[in-house]
């Protein structure tokens, strides 16, 4: 039990979302640009991996009452799936590279994948086998799965935690960093808006219609950070970590409802007079303006300035990781030449909002940094 209690606490301690995101985020970026990961023993192994761990964790009390709750089941199944295509994809996009490499088309443009398939009836039997499964499934489902009606919400006992439902925890999540006109309002209209407009943005003409990670790195791996360590990350840290008055737990620890955690989050204003200058903050209807000067004048230069320093530099450095050479890029010098100040204007501002979060959840994690711009008495956040 000593070395099982230990190695409890070291998953523990790994899955604090101060180290787990960081983590998680380097070894994405370190397993897109290693071919040998996505292959199909070395992917298998990892898979094997996952179930054995999730099965042998199941074990435990804590960590089975949250993976086996009838709500939670789906979202294990989805980060399952989400691995799986992921390896499909990845693994199919390495295949084509080399074979680009070699001076030989994309496997979909190959003679045998070129074929054409019939709508009958081929895709049609394809389509109603997969209904009938997708039928068996749900049936199993709910047959296994108990889902009561509870009882009728009551404003008087709100559940703790109180969640919102799976595809919302990301969002919820948000909650914590932002006010809720930004978590709520305007960050999902802009990864709507985003999505929209990622076709009239990309300009490149390769890897339409087959897979390719070499001729789109940029584009893929924007979007697999957005997707995977943005929101996907956030509703499994919300599902399975986040516990009683939302505070956060390890897979493997008790949920107390009397844990405590003391907080003292501190905004940047009070920063900047109380804690750099030593005076009283500015107050007033005047004063309120002076008071958030240092957050305005910042979010003005990330939004303003920074999009045309990054335009007007390119700087690469090189390390070392073992036999591997990682290459770190600063300035997007040549995403302003190719999408031209339009396309690249709307790039920059959707990529900045992006990167907002990350950088907003270690502030808070780091200096307990509450708003970067706070004013109250016209219910503004930042």
Not at 191 to 204: E, F, H
Not at 290 to 318: D, Q
């Amino acid at each position: 039990m000593g070395f099982v209690g230990t190695l409890k606490d070291v998953v523990n301690a790994l899955t604090d979302p101060r180290v787990f995101i960081p983590v998680v985020a380097f070894l994405f970026m370190l397993a897109l640009r290693t071919r040998s990961l996505w292959r199909t023993g070395p992917a298998l192994i990892a898979g094997l991996v996952a179930v054995a761990f999730v099965g042998v964790s199941m074990l435990d009390p804590n960590f089975g009452l949250i993976v086996k709750k009838p709500d939670n089941v789906p979202i294990v199944a989805m980060l399952f799936l989400v691995g799986f295509f992921l390896w499909l994809s990845m693994s199919q996009a390495y295949t084509n590279d080399d074979r680009i490499t070699a001076g030989q088309p994309p496997r979909e443009a190959s003679d045998g994948e070129a074929e054409k398939t019939w709508v009958w009836p081929d895709l049609v039997y394809t389509e109603l086998l997969a209904m009938v499964l997708g039928m068996i499934i749900l049936v199993v489902w709910s047959l296994l799965l108990k889902a009561p009606i509870e009882e009728p919400a009551n404003p008087a006992r709100t559940p703790n935690p109180s969640k919102a439902p799976w595809y919302f925890l990301g969002l919820q999540e948000m909650l914590v960093y932002f006010d809720p006109w930004l978590a709520g309002v305007v960050f999902p209209s802009l990864i709507i808006v985003g999505l929209m407009a990622i076709p009239y943005i990309d300009t490149n003409p390769k890897g339409n219609g087959y897979f390719t990670f070499k001729e789109r790195k940029v584009e893929i791996t924007l979007f697999l950070f957005g997707f995977l360590i943005l929101w996907v990350t956030l509703v499994m840290l919300g599902t399975f970590l986040r516990g009683p008055n939302w505070n956060f737990f390890g897979p493997y620890e008790y949920w107390d409802v009397h844990k405590l955690l003391a907080l003292n989050n501190v905004n940047l204003s009070e920063y900047f007079w109380v804690k750099l200058l030593h005076v009283k903050m500015p107050s007033g209807p005047i004063g309120m303006w002076l008071r958030e000067l240092p957050g305005i004048l910042l979010v003005l230069f990330y939004i303003g300035v920074l999009p045309g320093i990054l335009a007007m530099t390119r700087k690469t450095w090189t390390f070392k990781l073992g036999s591997r050479e990682l290459h770190f890029t600063f300035g997007l010098k040549r995403y302003f030449e190719k999408l031209g100040p339009w396309r690249y204007s709307v790039f920059v501002m959707l990529l900045l909002c992006m990167i907002a979060l990350p950088i907003k959840m270690v502030l808070r994690w780091t200096i307990n940094l509450k708003y970067i711009v706070s004013l109250p008495e016209i219910f503004f956040n930042i």
